[in-house]
């Protein structure tokens, strides 16, 4: 009787820790970090401007079509060598757009996949 | 004397017996340790292999989209080449020309502003029409930038 008390005993006191403690598993799980995902920028839309060429010969007619359009019989003139120096710049500022633009989608391309990259 | 004889040799065997038990023991607990390593040496060579199998994969995207830039900066150059060709063509004047001209170059000019402002949209991210898709003519390209505006024209003389 004396023996069974004291295994009783025993077992009351050591209680759940017979099976020892359990141990605690850290592991750590690799998070990507979020996509910027910013939508590609709007496409401009240009107006439409029209351009007069004046020349001594025909300066007063154009200016006599304006007023009879109404509108004010003035212009802001360039000479045919800065119009050609206009054209090169419009030109590479297009080009510089056109540079940006592909840049962006080839960085997009890279770090977030390829259909990620498509405007 | 026999009787401590035999307690020696029973003793010598009880150790032998133990020697031997622990050295099995630690043979056990070494194969082990061996297994777990050669598991773990598996798995860094997969990871080592995947890893040089996405390198390579950067690698060829890099070099990809280096060409993809480089030939857009060739276009960039042969455009403008093309553009000041236009205005100087054989001793070309534009300005003598519009003097002689003036109604043909106005109009010449106004539609050489539009191509030259919807190819600003185009560099923007604009998205093709059907005819700037479809066209494979002089006649029917924009002039301004053609490799922009009309990828499947093909340059000819």
Redesign the interface.
């Known amino acids: 009787m004396n023996k069974i008390l004291a295994i009783l005993t025993i077992i009351l006191l050591t209680g759940c820790s017979i099976g020892g403690e359990k141990k605690i598993k850290i592991f750590s799980v690799e998070k990507p970090r979020e996509k910027l995902n910013y939508p590609m920028p709007t496409p401009l839309q240009m107006e439409e401007i029209f351009w007069h060429i004046v020349t001594s010969e025909n300066a007063e007619e154009v200016f006599k079509k304006l007023e009879e359009a109404g509108i004010d019989p003035v212009l802001f003139g360039i000479t045919d060598k800065d119009f050609q120096v206009l054209a090169r710049n419009f030109a590479q500022i297009r080009q510089k757009l056109q540079e940006t633009n592909n840049l962006l989608q080839e960085y997009k391309k890279y770090y977030e996949g390829e259909n990620n990259g498509k405007m | 004397m026999f009787t401590q004889i035999k307690m020696v040799m029973t003793l010598i065997m009880v150790m032998g017996l133990a020697g031997a038990g622990v050295y099995v023991m630690k043979l056990r607990a070494d194969n082990a340790t061996l297994k777990a390593n050669q598991v773990k040496l598996e798995t860094a060579i997969t990871e080592q292999t995947k890893v040089l199998e996405q390198q390579k994969k ?1 690698f060829d ?2 070099m990809e ?1 280096n060409k ?2 480089n030939v ?2 060739n276009t ?1 150059k042969k ?2 080449q093309d ?2 060709k236009r ?1 100087t063509k054989k001793n070309r ?3 003598k020309l ?2 002689k001209r ?1 109604e043909a ?2 109009r010449i ?2 539609k ?3 191509n ?12 093709h029409t059907e005819e700037e898709l479809k066209a494979t003519l002089k006649s029917q390209i924009n002039p ?2 053609p490799a ?1 505006a009309n990828p499947n024209f093909v340059h000819y003389e």
């Open positions: 950067d995207a890099i989209s993809k830039l857009l900066i960039f455009d403008l553009l000041d205005f004047d534009i300005g519009a003097i003036t170059i106005e000019v106004n050489g502003g539009k030259a402002a919807r190819c600003i949209e185009l560099a923007s991210g604009a998205e301004e930038c922009l």
